[in-house]
């Protein structure tokens, strides 16, 4: 009962945070005068794959040779696993029921004899980027493949190869930073919470912000995956399964509910750009640690993970390219976690 609790507790302190961050940073975005955009791939994205990353470096510095080893892998291949399919599922979802919303309230706002409101696609509604959606989406798979490979050979070079993917990671920050496009604006931004009367507020409140809230879902995030291992061995399920099915959940959770917060907010933009930038940084820095530190070899339940990786974000690309991008076809990615989780669970 003590651990369920925990849980719960551990999720909604995760979504209050959330709310937190996402009010900071995007103050944050206004104060150091970056791109709309870079709000989400960037500052947001950074902020909230930290966790990851972390697990990553703790489990390869501190962790034995090798249930260390087998945690960084699997917090390297995870990470992008459920952001890749659940965090989308979830932002599909979350737009779909704004759309049916704001065509009810068109509804009843439509006379006698007059049509009724088009229907949900993405591009319309909510003014989504899909031109830069879909080169994110591109650089990750390009790079993600590459990660996948090196999984399956051993060469004496290896671990070196890992500062490619911070170069990678680098070559991505400088183009999100320095794109043109509108700068983040004040205009539409609630106040900031820690000075909820100040029209604008100082930098250093700003910063404490940021911090805090991060500090809190970091926090939460490790008691969560804490909680969910003992929940693992209390429902007979191996620890590969929680290592790769449930812990990438936990630490994934920050961007599911900053994708909930932004979509409610009308800023379906950030929501998805906080999502693929997220992929970046988990597509670079945790796998720079794990093929430095690990010996990097995948076995059948990490393949899993990257072909539906793989298979999503392809599937995405080609959604974005028949320019049918929608609210449903974009929950529709989810259901290659569902495969995945179907798959380890008969290897297992």
């Not at 959604?319 to 297992?348: D, N, R, W």
Request: net charge neutral.
């Amino acid at each position: 009962m003590v651990h369920v609790l925990l849980l719960v507790v551990c999720a909604v302190a995760i979504y209050l945070s959330c709310e937190w961050f996402v009010n900071a940073i995007e103050w944050l975005g206004v104060r150091m005068k970056v791109g709309g955009v870079a709000v989400g791939t960037i500052l947001a994205a950074a902020g909230t794959a930290l966790p990851e990353s972390v697990v990553t470096l703790m489990a390869v510095l501190f962790g034995s040779e090798k249930n260390g080893n087998d945690i960084a892998v699997g917090a390297a291949m995870g990470g992008p696993l459920v952001v890749g399919t659940l965090a989308y599922a979830v932002t599909g979802a979350m737009l779909f029921l704004r759309f049916r919303k704001k065509r009810a309230m068109a509804l009843a706002a439509a006379g006698p004899g007059e049509p009724a409101p088009g229907g949900h696609d993405l591009r319309i509604d909510e003014g989504i980027d899909t031109h830069r959606l879909a080169r994110d989406q591109v650089w990750f798979l390009s790079i993600f493949v590459f990660k996948v490979a090196l999984g399956l050979v051993a060469f004496a070079i290896k671990p070196w190869l890992g500062l490619l993917f911070l170069a990678a990671y680098g070559v991505y920050f400088y183009r999100e930073m320095t794109s043109e496009g509108e700068d983040a604006s004040a205009d539409d931004l609630e106040p900031l919470k820690l000075r909820p009367k100040a029209a604008t507020p100082g930098t250093w409140f700003v910063v404490a912000q940021t911090v805090g809230s991060l500090a809190v879902i970091f926090a939460a995030s490790q008691v969560f995956v804490k909680q969910l291992e003992w929940a693992g061995p209390a429902l007979g399920l191996p620890a590969v399964v929680v290592a790769l099915l449930l812990s990438p959940i936990a630490t994934e959770l920050p961007e599911i509910m900053n994708a909930i917060i932004w979509v409610r907010q009308g800023k379906a933009n950030l929501a998805l750009a906080n999502i693929s930038g997220s992929m970046m940084i988990q597509a670079t820095v945790p796998s720079a640690i794990g093929i430095g530190f690990t010996s990097w070899k995948f076995d059948t339940p990490l393949m899993l993970a990257g072909f539906a990786t793989l298979a999503s974000v392809a599937y995405l690309l080609w959604v974005m390219h028949q320019k049918s991008f929608t609210a449903t076809k974009l929950f529709y990615a989810g259901g290659f976690y569902l495969v995945f989780a179907a798959g380890l669970v008969l290897t297992v």
